[in-house]
């Protein structure tokens, strides 16, 4: 079976953001989070749920940051509010919830580059060979 997008949200200069319908346990939810100058240290939920810090990367010379967080939904519901710990300025999130054959292990491979100043940028090479992934 492959994922299935259920439900998004956008949150802009804020720490939080609330999805529009109740999220399902067994689901997969992934945050986007971009913020200047900072750095989100972790995820929290009003449910108890766990996140995982997938991937962060940093433009050394600018100082935004951009960072993927993870996790499978033990306690599901309405009312489901995500807030970012010790954010930066001008942050927003990005909410996404996935159905679909989850299994135990969300992360399979992540591949990023810091900014380094070239115009042509290379996050070195990622395997897509797996149906019914998402690649972000």
């Known amino acids: 079976m492959a994922f299935t997008l259920v439900q ?15 999220v399902t346990p067994g689901n997969l939810v992934v945050v986007c989070v971009a913020e200047y100058a900072g750095h989100t240290t972790g995820l ?3 449910k108890g749920n766990t996140y995982n810090e997938d991937i962060t990367r940093t433009n050394a ?15 599901g519901g309405s009312s489901f509010q995500i807030t970012a710990a010790s954010p930066g300025a001008y942050i ?4 996404a919830e996935y159905a679909g ?3 135990s292990s969300v992360l ?3 591949q990023g ?3 380094s100043g070239t115009t042509t940028p290379s996050v070195g090479p990622i ?4 149906v019914g992934h998402i690649y972000i």
């Open 44 to 46: 929290s939920d009003n």
């Open 113 to 115: 580059a810091d900014f």
């Open 108 to 110: 399979h491979d992540s």
């Open 92 to 95: 927003g999130l990005v909410l």
């Open 61 to 75: 010379i600018t100082l935004p940051t951009a960072s993927i967080f993870s996790t499978i939904v033990g306690t």
């Open 101 to 103: 054959n989850i299994g």
């Open 127 to 130: 395997d897509v060979r797996f």
């Open 8 to 22: 998004s949200k956008l949150a802009y200069n804020s720490a939080t953001a609330t999805f529009d319908n109740p």
